[in-house]
């Protein structure tokens, strides 16, 4: 099992960006591929990013392309989802999530270990 604690988020306007982190800590590191999700009142949790176990490749959902970027630091087991050009509609708890697997994921069910949640807030 690997724990996942992350930080980062807030208030931020329009335009803004903001960096979040998720620290784990547990089993191996670099044998999970992580990804970052989001959920807005009243939706249901949506796919953000992930990324590989090599870190090698990503992938995205089409609303945040061009805008938000996946990163890890496999030496310091630490996975992040640098926000930019950020919209009102981006506004949601983003949860980070580990998934045993090497390569990425976009399916949910496949991620079994999750962060406590950041709230990410765009005003217009």
């Known amino acids: 099992q690997v724990q996942l604690v992350q930080s980062g988020g807030g208030l931020v306007q329009a335009g803004g960006s903001l960096r979040l982190s998720c620290a784990a800590s547990g089993r191996a590191f670099n044998i999970y591929t992580f990804g970052w999700f989001r959920q807005a009142p009243g939706k249901e949790r949506e796919f953000v990013a992930t990324?590989?176990?090599?870190?090698?490749?990503?992938d995205y959902a089409d609303s945040v392309k061009g805008r938000f970027t996946i990163s890890r630091d496999n030496g310091k087991n630490r996975v992040f989802l640098q926000t930019n050009s950020l919209k009102p509609e981006d506004t949601a708890v983003y949860y980070c999530?580990?998934?045993?697997?090497?390569?990425?994921?976009?399916?949910?069910?496949?991620?079994?270990?999750w962060g406590q949640g950041t709230q990410v807030t765009v005003s217009s």
């Open positions: 990324i590989s176990a090599s870190g090698s490749n990503t």
């Open positions: 999530a580990a998934a045993m697997i090497s390569r990425t994921t976009t399916t949910m069910n496949a991620y079994k270990n």
